[in-house]
């Protein structure tokens, strides 16, 4: 640009008043944005919070459910509490290895066919619904042999596959090829360049991953509804058992003619809220965390 071009017809020729008007009118709505689906999260989480405050209490995760009861002794959802530790624990167990072992695979091994077709593949399973990966875990292990917690940990795990391959597929991708190739002119194997120089520079993205498939399979109901949903009362730990989880119980319950259970339902509904803006925000911290460490070295 010439020095003329820098003068204020320059600039009038250039349309910069114009250009700055609808810059600052895409920022407004950006902000206005930002700010509804803030209010939006706001006015779920108070409606849910509010209707449920009543059996909001240590009683909602210390005293197991009574069915039938026509007193007005303390009641929980002890038994759901503990069947989704075990069922969505024991699914992260299953996700984890199979996710960034296939990440790894497409990123630093697979030819660039083969490298498309999985990339595809990842790509249809994460959008396939969760009722039916349910019905498929259904006839797959179910029928014949009757549901367990196990199973449903096997239908969650399906779920959080996709997303922990796909986030690790990216953060691998990230990784400089200078590192790769550093380490191979001296000698050092592929498979050992990847494990040692090429997944701890990962790691971050990978727990990030790893925590949003949890925050997003954490409140799946309809996988579990056909493989770990006939259950009792009592809190059970051993997941060769049915199970009860949070998302069944408060679809069992919101189905229930007791206004105490709908309050127990919605009480529910607010802990996996929390604890899904929690998982949220934890992600996001340890991505943060991890940029950093990438940056200072």
């Given at each position: 640009m010439s020095t003329q071009d820098l003068?204020?017809?320059?600039?009038?020729?250039?349309?910069?008043?114009?250009?700055k008007r609808v810059n600052r009118t895409m920022e407004g709505l950006a902000w206005l944005a930002a700010a509804i689906a803030i209010a939006i999260l706001g006015v779920v989480v108070y409606s849910v919070g509010q209707r449920g405050w009543s059996?909001?209490?240590?009683?909602?995760?210390?005293k197991q459910p009574i069915n039938f009861s026509l007193t007005n002794a303390p009641q929980g959802l002890s038994n759901a509490f503990a069947g989704t530790i075990v069922i969505v624990g024991i699914a992260m167990l299953m996700a984890l290895p199979a996710g960034i072992l296939v990440?790894?695979?497409?990123?630093?091994?697979?030819?660039?066919?083969?490298?498309?077709?999985?990339?595809?593949?990842?790509?249809?399973?994460?959008?396939?619904?969760?009722?039916?990966?349910?019905?498929?875990?259904?006839?797959?292990?179910?029928?014949?042999?009757?549901?367990?917690?196990?199973?449903?940990s096997f239908?969650?795990?399906?779920?959080?596959?996709?997303?922990?391959?796909?986030?690790?597929?990216?953060?691998?991708?990230?990784?400089?090829?200078?590192?790769?190739?550093?380490?191979?002119?001296?000698?050092?194997?592929?498979?050992?360049?990847?494990?040692?120089?090429?997944?701890?520079?990962?790691?971050?993205?990978?727990?990030?991953?790893?925590?949003?498939?949890?925050?997003?399979?954490?409140?799946?109901?309809?996988?579990?509804?056909?493989?770990?949903?006939?259950?009792?009362?009592q809190t059970d730990w051993n997941p060769a058992h049915a199970l009860q989880t949070i998302p069944v119980a408060i679809f069992e319950l919101s189905e229930?003619?007791?206004?105490?259970?709908?309050?127990?339902?919605?009480?529910?509904?607010f802990v996996l809220l929390i604890f899904i803006l929690f998982a949220s925000l934890t992600a996001r911290w340890l991505a943060t965390r991890n940029a950093r460490k990438l940056a200072g070295r």
């Open positions: 003068t204020g017809p320059g600039l009038r020729l250039d349309h910069l008043p114009r250009r059996e909001l209490n240590l009683n909602l995760i210390t990440a790894v695979y497409v990123n630093e091994f697979a030819p660039a066919p083969i490298r498309s077709v999985i990339t595809l593949v990842i790509d249809v399973l994460a959008g396939v619904p969760a009722i039916v990966i349910g019905i498929f875990v259904f006839v797959l292990l179910v029928v014949g042999s009757g549901q367990s917690g196990l199973k449903g239908s969650l795990a399906i779920l959080m596959l996709p997303f922990v391959a796909r986030t690790t597929i990216e953060v691998l991708a990230l990784v400089p090829n200078a590192l790769r190739e550093a380490s191979l002119a001296l000698g050092v194997p592929r498979w050992r360049t990847t494990l040692s120089i090429v997944l701890p520079r990962a790691i971050g993205g990978i727990l990030t991953g790893t925590v949003l498939a949890v925050a997003r399979v954490a409140g799946e109901t309809a996988p579990l509804l056909f493989t770990s949903s006939v259950v009792g009362v229930s003619p007791d206004p105490k259970d709908h309050a127990r339902a919605w009480a529910a509904g």
